[in-house]
């Protein structure tokens, strides 16, 4: 029986529910789901610039689990290039940082201060919001 998989840190969500190619006249391929572990791992190593053991310690995982979970992402996103594939974020094996919240009307994804009493999303100002369970 395999361990059970520890879960990734993730300080943020992507910012994005997903992208399409634009001008691709092929329809109905399937979508590439990245997950929030995978985008963690691009943002630390090539955005932040931080070796994989630092960025390992971040996500609370080992140096060669993070270089699995990177190799892993770098394949979905040359996959993605490569056949004109829609890349889509999928929360997956992770644990926010902190409270988020998710808006019900726009979908997006935030957090917010301690002190903030009024709970509506920052984007489009709806009531309909609710925690991430992580």
Not at 65 to 88: D, G, H, P, Q
Not at 100 to 117: G, N, Q, S, V
Request: hydrophobic share 35%.
């Amino acid at each position: 029986m395999p361990r059970r998989k520890r879960l990734r840190k993730v300080v943020a969500p992507p910012g994005f529910k997903g992208y399409k190619p634009y001008g691709n006249s092929q329809k109905n391929k399937p979508f590439v789901e990245l997950l929030y572990e995978e985008y963690e791992a691009i943002k630390l190593a090539d955005y932040d610039l931080l070796n994989h053991l630092e960025a390992s310690r971040l996500m609370g995982v080992s140096r060669p689990t993070f270089a699995r979970i990177y190799e892993s992402a770098r394949r979905k996103l040359a996959n993605a290039l490569v056949e004109t594939r829609e890349i889509r974020s999928v929360f997956g094996n992770a644990r926010l940082e902190g409270t988020w919240y998710i808006c019900r009307e726009c979908h997006a994804r935030f957090t917010m201060p301690d002190l903030k009493r009024d709970q509506v999303c920052p984007l489009c100002r709806s009531l309909q919001i609710e925690i991430i369970k992580t």
